[in-house]
C-alpha cells in the first residue's frame, strides 16, 4: 500500500516524539543525543544544500520564462504589497489578541523570578546577537541586499536576499539579450532544475527517518513542563493568533481572491507545514514548499520561483504575530504599561523585524530584542519567555510557511498563471 507522504511524515513526527519522551523518562537523554540527532541534522543539511541551488536555477528559468521586464516588475510589486499586508495582519491581530487575553497578568511573582533568573544568560546571548544587527544604520538592510561577492553570498545561507538580486539580474539579462543566444543558456538551466527537483524527491524519502530524530531530540531537550507551565497563558494567545492566521485568515483570501478550496491546499502544502513543524526553518522547508505549490497547489513555476525564495526570507507573519504578542506580553509581566502609540510603533518596528529574521530556528527571538528596545521593554524581559520558545517557533515557522504558499497561490491568480485544472479538480 502505498502511504502519502504527509502521513509518512506525521507517522514519524509522532514516533520521535513518543521514542523521545520515553528515552528522556529512562534518563537516556544521552542516547538520543549522540545517535538519533546528527539524523535529523543531516536531514536538515540536506534540505539546506539543496536550497540555494534550487533558488539560483528555478528563479532564472522562471524569470527567463517571463519574457518582459514590465511583466516581472509587475509580478515583484504585487508580491512586496501582498506580503507587507498579511504582515501588517498578523502583527495586529497578535496585538489585539495579547491586549485582549493580557497573557502577561497569569504569571506570578515567583515564576517570574524564577524564569528572569533561570535564563538571564540565554538572554543575554540574543541579545548580543541583536546588538550587531542594530548598531549599523538604517539603511543598512538595503545595502545588506547588494553583494559585492556573488560567489561569497552564494556560500553562505543567510545571503539568501543577495543571491535573489543577482539572480534576478541575470533573468532579466537573458530577457533582454537576443532569444537564439539565451536558449541554450535557458534550457541548461531547464534541465538542471529537473535535476535539482528530482534530488529533491530522493532526500524527502528520509523525510519520515528526519523528523523522527528531529522530533526526539527536541522532547528530550525541552524544558520540564513545570517551567511551561507559567507560560502556558503566553503560549496559548500566540497559538490563538497563529491559528486564526492559518485558518481564517490565508482560507479567506484563497476563496474571495483566488476561489481556491482551501482543504485542497492544505492537503497540497501539508508536507511542507509538517517540515517546517519539524525544522523550525522556512529556508529548510523551501524546497519542500516550493515543489508542492508548483506542483499540486498548480503555480506557475514563473511565479513560485520568484516568490516563494522571496517570502521564506522576507515575509514572516507568523513570526511578526509571535513578537507583538511576546512584547505585550513581557510589558505586562514587568508592569510596563503600553500606550497607543507605543502599540502603533510595535506595528511597524515588529513588520520590519520579521522581515530582517533569517529563516532559521529562533531568528525572530533575536529580533525581537529590537522590537523590545523601540518599545521602551528591557530586553532582558527575553529570559521570561525563553523556555517556551522552541515550540513557538515551530508553530510559527508553519505560519510563514504557509503565508508565503497562500499569496504565491494568490498573486498566480491574478496574472493568470494558477492552472485552472488544479484549483477545479
Ligand atoms: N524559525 C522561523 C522561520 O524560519 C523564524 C523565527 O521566527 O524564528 O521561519
Known amino acids: 500500500m502505498k502511504i502519502a507522504i504527509h502521513w509518512k511524515i506525521l507517522i514519524g513526527m509522532i514516533l520521535g516524539l513518543a521514542f523521545g519522551f520515553f528515552m528522556k523518562n529512562l534518563e537516556l537523554k544521552g542516547i538520543v543525543i549522540d545517535w538519533i540527532k546528527p539524523f ?23 524569470i527567463s520564462d517571463l519574457k ?15 506580503y507587507l499586508f498579511t504582515t501588517i495582519t498578523a502583527v495586529s491581530i497578535g496585538l489585539v489578541l495579547a491586549n485582549l487575553i493580557k497573557p502577561g497578568n497569569y504569571i506570578n511573582e515567583q515564576s517570574r523570578k524564577s524564569l528572569l533568573e533561570n535564563f538571564a544568560g540565554d538572554a543575554a546571548q540574543k541579545i548580543e546577537l541583536a546588538a550587531s544587527a ?8 538595503l ?17 539568501m536576499l543577495q543571491v535573489i538580486l543577482f539572480v534576478i539580474l541575470i533573468g532579466i539579462g537573458l530577457i533582454l539579450i537576443d532569444e537564439n543566444k539565451a536558449k541554450p543558456v535557458v534550457d541548461f538551466f531547464k534541465g538542471l532544475n529537473d535535476v535539482i527537483l528530482k534530488i529533491i524527491d530522493v532526500i524527502m ?17 525541552i524544558p520540564d513542563f513545570s517551567t511551561l ?22 482560507p479567506t483570501l484563497l476563496v474571495v481572491f483566488a476561489k481556491y478550496p482551501p ?19 522556512s529556508a529548510a522547508t523551501l524546497p519542500v514548499t516550493m515543489e508542492c505549490v508548483t506542483e499540486h497547489v498548480g503555480v506557475d513555476e514563473e511565479v513560485s520561483s520568484f516568490v516563494l525564495p522571496l517570502g521564506a526570507t522576507v515575509n514572516m507573519d507568523g513570526t511578526s504575530l509571535y513578537q507583538s504578542v ?16 507605543t502599540q502603533l510603533m510595535i506595528v511597524v518596528t515588529a513588520t520590519l523585524a520579521s522581515i530582517g529574521s533569517a529563516a532559521v530556528p529562533s531568528a525572530g527571538m533575536v529580533m525581537l530584542v529590537i522590537v523590545l528596545g523601540q518599545a521602551g521593554i528591557p530586553e532582558a524581559g527575553l529570559a521570561l519567555i525563553f523556555a517556551i520558545d522552541r515550540p513557538l517557533d515551530m508553530c510559527r515557522t508553519v505560519v510563514n510557511v504557509t503565508s508565503d504558499a497562500t499569496v504565491s497561490t494568490l498573486v498566480a491568480k491574478s496574472i493568470g498563471k494558477l492552472n485552472p485544472f488544479y484549483s477545479n479538480k
Open 326 to 341: 511576546a512584547a505585550v506580553f513581557i510589558a505586562q509581566a514587568l508592569g510596563i504599561p503600553l500606550d497607543l502609540q
Open 263 to 281: 482543504i485542497k491546499f492544505f492537503k497540497a502544502i501539508s508536507p511542507a507545514q509538517l517540515l517546517a513543524f519539524s525544522t523550525s526553518s
Open 134 to 141: 542594530k548598531s549599523k544604520g538604517p539603511l543598512q538592510p
Open 205 to 221: 524519502l528520509a523525510a519520515p527517518i528526519g523528523v523522527f530524530a528531529l522530533m526526539a531530540s527536541l522532547m528530550v531537550e
Open 40 to 62: 535529523g541534522t543531516i536531514f536538515i543539511n540536506l534540505l539546506k544544500m539543496i536550497a540555494v541551488p534550487l533558488i539560483v536555477v528555478s528563479l532564472i528559468v522562471g
Open 229 to 250: 507551565n507559567a507560560l502556558g497563558v503566553y503560549a496559548l494567545t500566540v497559538i490563538l493568533g497563529l491559528s486564526l492566521m492559518v485558518f481564517v485568515f490565508y
Open 68 to 82: 518582459d521586464v514590465s511583466k516581472l516588475s509587475k509580478l515583484g510589486g504585487r508580491t512586496i504589497v501582498i
Open 143 to 159: 545595502v545588506d541586499i547588494v553583494p559585492d561577492n556573488f560567489f561569497r553570498a552564494l556560500s553562505d545561507n543567510a545571503s
